[in-house]
Each structure stands twice: as C-alpha cells, then as structure tokens.
C-alpha cells in the first residue's frame, strides 16, 4: 500500500476506496451504574464516534478534527489542533458499495477515540466500520450532545496519570478493574450496535454485520478489546495495541485470533535498581512484578490465543499508535519527551500498524488471504516477530 506525504500536522490520506463518514451518538446503559459519576444513581453514558464507509455529497467538506467542546482533549496534552480538519465526511450517506459492513469497536486510554482517527480512518477507508467509544471521565472531558460536559476523574485511568506510589498489588487490581470496566463498556455499545441496526430511521439501519464483529484498542483499551473477546462470543478477533494485560485475559488467554502490536519496551532492560534510581518504579519488587505481568501477559496471548499474533516495532514508544506524532506540541506538552524516544517516521508507524491491523482483520472477519501476517518483516524490516 502506498504511504501518503504527511508533513507539518498533517494527517495521513486514507489509502482505501472507500470515502469516510463521521458521526456520533450519546448511548446510556440503564442497566449498569456510572462507578466514575458522583451521583450514585448515575446510568452509565457514553458518547462513541463512528468512521464509517461513505458515499457524501458533492462538495462536502472535511470535520474538524476536534469537534470545539473536545478541544481541552489536546490541550491536556499540550496539542495544536486548531483549524485541523479530518478526512471524514460529518453525517455522510453510508456507502452503498456493500449491503454491510464488519464493525470494530475501538478502545482508546485516557482520551478520546478521535485522537486515533487516522487509524479508524483508514481502517473504514477499507470498508470497515469503527466505532470508537470515548470512556467517560477518562478523557481530559466528555462532551455530550445536550452541552453538558464532564471532566475527567482520575479513577477512570486507573492512577495510571499520576505519581506510582503504595502497594503494587492494590495499583496493579486498580488497572484490572478500569480494564474490565472499559470492556463492559464495549458490550454494553454491541448492545447498542443491534438496536441501531434495527432502527429504521438511521442510516445504519442493516449495514452493520454484526456477525462480523471485531475489536481493537490501544494502552488500556487493548486490554479492553481482548477482555471483550475473550468473554463474549460476539467478538470474533481483537488487537491490541502496546496494551499491558492488567485484566484476566493476560493469565488466561482467549480462545479466537488476536493481534498484538508492541513498541520497544527498554524501560525493562534496565535492572530494578536501575530502574528505582531513574525514577521508572517506587521499589524493585514493584519493577519486577509489573515486568512480570506485562511481558507474561503477551506471552499467554501470543501462546493460547486460536491464532496469535504478535509483532514488536523498533523505533516506536507507546504514543506511537496515536496521531499525536503527526500532530504540532506545545513548549509545555507533557508527551514531549515521549515524542523525542521515539526514532520511527509517524507516516511510517501509522502505515505498518495500519498494514498489520487491516490484514488481521481482512482474514478473521472477511475470510480472506492475508500473507502479511505469516511473514511480517518481509514487507517491514522493523518488526520483530514475536511477544518480547
């Protein structure tokens, strides 16, 4: 596939044949309380971005990036989106190319899912549609459509934002429980997906082939995305993106294809000692055991998973797998020095993770002939095969 020139906050082109469509909706699970909400009586809520293939008007112009109520999403991280347009189409005809589509359910970490547009663009560029749900209270802010705006709670990230400090084992069960929270949250927008699909006023209606269902996520969403399929048989594939495997899934595996896309992890080439005088972990026995989990939790899934896949990419850093690359910091952005240890092109990340995501995909939901996944570094000499 051919990689489009990204350069100066530019995006990338979506490569597929297919124009993209962008929508959202506000969705509440009655029947699962809001553990993050300070009423104790709160419904869950959820607002989920849709990238969908489209068919749009004449003329029809680009969203913006960030819709303007989402805008302290980027200044969280010290971002300039101003004026940054998306290649989506806002409320775009679906196309009508295929009587449906498969669905993928996104899972981002600690913001919200349209700062993995280039991906899910791509992605329903290829004749995907990806629903990206924005977990409440873990975004810098959630916007609703009614105007009421929530702020972050730091629960919802699982202290993942903060200073490491206490018992390793009461940290470690915290992100376990926002894992499994964020995966209850996909179920709950697989409930939704059916009702829309039923719904004769909405352009969806039978265009989602919820038989070929999906999911994928990044950070904590990944583990979410593979939570999900390994507990509900909806889910026929998932991926995860450098996701450490807090939830069970890391102990026990799943039993359907997954992907796994890792960045270089040299934080844990280091020894303990070393790692507690950088300020990379309290004590050793927190090092270890983290250590433990992360790379034990890959293995299992590379090992149990019907099949597995895992690749680790060279040069890349856990915000890899986000736009933030492509995007102009601040003097102040707190993902500065993320960005200065990672040595891999952003237009070429965002093409091998797109390359690798697409191929699993195509095979386990559409049944077709993907070679790339047998022979990665073939076709990309910075990947090495296999969980670290």
């Keep these: 596939m051919a990689t489009p020139a990204t350069a100066g906050g530019d995006l990338p082109v979506p490569t597929g044949p297919h124009r993209v469509g962008r929508v959202s909706f506000d969705w509440v699970d009655h029947a699962r309380s809001d553990i993050y909400a300070a009423k104790p009586d709160a419904h869950r809520e959820l607002v989920v971005f849709v990238w969908y293939p489209?068919?749009?008007?004449?003329?029809?112009?680009?969203?913006?990036?960030?819709?303007?109520?989402?805008?302290?999403?980027?200044?969280?991280?010290?971002?300039?989106?101003?004026?940054?347009?998306?290649?989506?189409?806002?409320?775009?005809?679906?196309?009508?190319?295929?009587?449906?589509?498969?669905?993928?359910?996104?899972s981002p970490s600690g913001f919200a899912p349209l700062l993995l547009g280039a991906i899910a663009?791509?992605?329903?560029?290829?004749?995907?549609?990806?629903?990206?749900?924005?977990?409440?209270?873990?975004?810098?802010?959630?916007?609703?459509?009614?105007?009421?705006?929530?702020?972050?709670?730091?629960?919802?990230?699982?202290?993942?934002?903060?200073?490491?400090?206490?018992?390793h084992r009461e940290v470690f069960r915290q992100r376990a429980?926002?894992?499994?929270?964020?995966?209850?949250?996909?179920a709950s927008v697989a409930d939704q997906l059916e009702n829309?699909?039923?719904?004769?006023?909405?352009?969806?209606?039978g265009r989602l082939d919820l038989a070929r269902l999906g999911a994928l996520g990044h950070s904590f969403g990944g583990d979410a995305a593979l939570e999900l399929c390994r507990k509900d048989q909806r889910c026929r594939a998932a991926a995860n993106l450098d996701g450490a495997l807090w939830s069970d899934v890391g102990r026990v595996g799943l039993d359907r294809p997954a992907l796994q896309v890792l960045a270089e992890h040299g934080e844990f080439?280091?020894?303990?000692?070393?790692?507690?005088?950088?300020?990379?972990?309290?004590?050793?026995?927190?090092?270890?055991?983290?250590?433990?989990?992360?790379?034990?939790?890959?293995?299992?899934?590379?090992?149990?998973?019907?099949?597995?896949?895992?690749?680790?990419?060279?040069g890349a850093s856990h915000i890899s797998f986000m736009d933030v690359p492509f995007l102009p910091v601040t003097d102040a952005s707190i993902v500065k020095p993320?960005?200065?240890?990672?040595?891999?092109?952003?237009?070429?990340?965002?093409?091998?993770?797109?390359?690798?995501?697409?191929?699993?995909?195509?095979?386990?939901?559409?049944?077709?002939?993907?070679?790339?996944?047998?022979?990665?570094?073939?076709?990309?000499?910075?990947?090495?095969?296999?969980?670290p």
């Excluded at 829309?196 to 209606?205: A, G, Q, Y």
């Design 269 to 314: 080439a280091v020894t303990g000692e070393d790692a507690v005088k950088a300020g990379a972990a309290p004590n050793v026995e927190w090092f270890d055991a983290e250590k433990a989990i992360t790379f034990g939790g890959w293995r299992n899934v590379q090992q149990r998973a019907q099949p597995g896949y895992t690749v680790q990419v060279s």
């Design 121 to 167: 663009e791509e992605l329903a560029s290829h004749g995907f549609i990806v629903v990206g749900v924005n977990h409440t209270y873990e975004a810098a802010v959630t916007a609703f459509a009614d105007g009421r705006v929530v702020p972050m709670n730091p629960a919802a990230t699982g202290g993942a934002l903060g200073p490491q400090a206490g018992s």
């Design 196 to 205: 829309l699909n039923t719904d004769p006023t909405e352009r969806f209606t």
């Design 177 to 186: 429980s926002v894992c499994e929270y964020k995966a209850a949250d996909l």
């Design 338 to 387: 993320a960005l200065a240890a990672t040595t891999i092109q952003p237009d070429r990340m965002w093409r091998i993770t797109c390359d690798m995501l697409l191929a699993f995909f195509t095979k386990h939901l559409n049944g077709a002939a993907a070679p790339l996944l047998d022979r990665p570094a073939d076709d990309y000499p910075e990947l090495i095969v296999g969980p």
């Design 54 to 106: 489209a068919s749009p008007q004449p003329g029809a112009e680009f969203t913006p990036y960030l819709p303007s109520a989402w805008a302290p999403t980027a200044e969280f991280l010290g971002l300039d989106v101003a004026g940054l347009r998306s290649h989506a189409i806002p409320d775009a005809t679906v196309s009508s190319d295929s009587a449906a589509y498969p669905v993928l359910l996104l």
